[in-house]
């Protein structure tokens, strides 16, 4: 079986390697897989690894390309960009409050349940003490573009007048900031996802109001 609950047969073995490597790096932390303990895990040797990957890093890269397809073709499935704040722009402000918190409900659980976010989200947790290059790209994962696209996307609509700040960035933060905390917590007490949904849902609501969106 897959992570994703399916099976080898649907799965060719380039993506079988990611799937089984970051299952790995996610497990034991980065730094302590090595290229022959995923070729063993996938059930192949090292050297056919090799005709896929030429490294470990490259592995490692091919995970996050992957990562970011499946966001890509979840943001479509639910009408919006994800990554072109202009383009989402557009679709925010003729969004009204309730289906601004469906979207949220629907990215919050995306980023909680997908195999491949879930699992890639705990190996940068567990090795962001240990490898200062993985420190960097979980900053730059769940802080700098998080706070990039956002900070664009809500700086348009100030600039619309849907928003009233003074200070975007602030702003910003404001938005961002709780959301990854309740990202977090339920990484550590899965049993507590309602209780964040519904303060995700206040969260949001309060947002609203404070900011003054006016549709």
């Not at 992957?66 to 989402?88: C, K, V, W, Y």
């Amino acid at each position: 079986m897959t992570k994703d609950g399916g099976t080898w047969e649907f799965m060719d073995t380039k993506h079988r390697i990611l799937d089984e490597a970051l299952t790995l790096f996610s497990e034991k932390g980065y730094a302590n897989v090595y290229v022959s303990d995923i070729a063993e895990r996938v059930g192949i040797k090292a050297p056919s690894l090799y005709k896929h990957y030429r490294n470990k890093r490259a592995i490692f890269d091919a995970i996050i390309d992957e990562m970011n397809h499946r966001f890509e073709q979840q943001a479509q499935a639910l009408s919006i960009s994800g990554t072109d704040p202009t383009a989402d722009a557009e679709v925010y402000k003729n969004m009204d409050e309730e289906h601004l918190i469906k979207l949220g409900n629907d990215l919050f659980r995306y980023y909680l349940h997908d195999s491949y976010t879930k699992r890639f989200r705990k190996m940068l947790t567990l090795e962001q003490f240990q490898d200062q290059e993985l420190a960097r790209v979980y900053s730059q994962q769940y802080f700098d573009m998080p706070l990039s696209y956002q900070g664009m996307l809500l700086g348009l609509m100030v600039s619309q007048g849907l928003l009233v700040t003074g200070n975007v960035p602030i702003m910003t933060l404001q938005f961002y900031a709780p959301i990854y905390m309740l990202l977090t917590v339920c990484d550590r007490e899965p049993s507590r996802e309602q209780e964040t949904m519904e303060l995700l849902e206040g969260h949001i609501r309060q947002f609203d109001q404070l900011y003054g969106r006016n549709f």
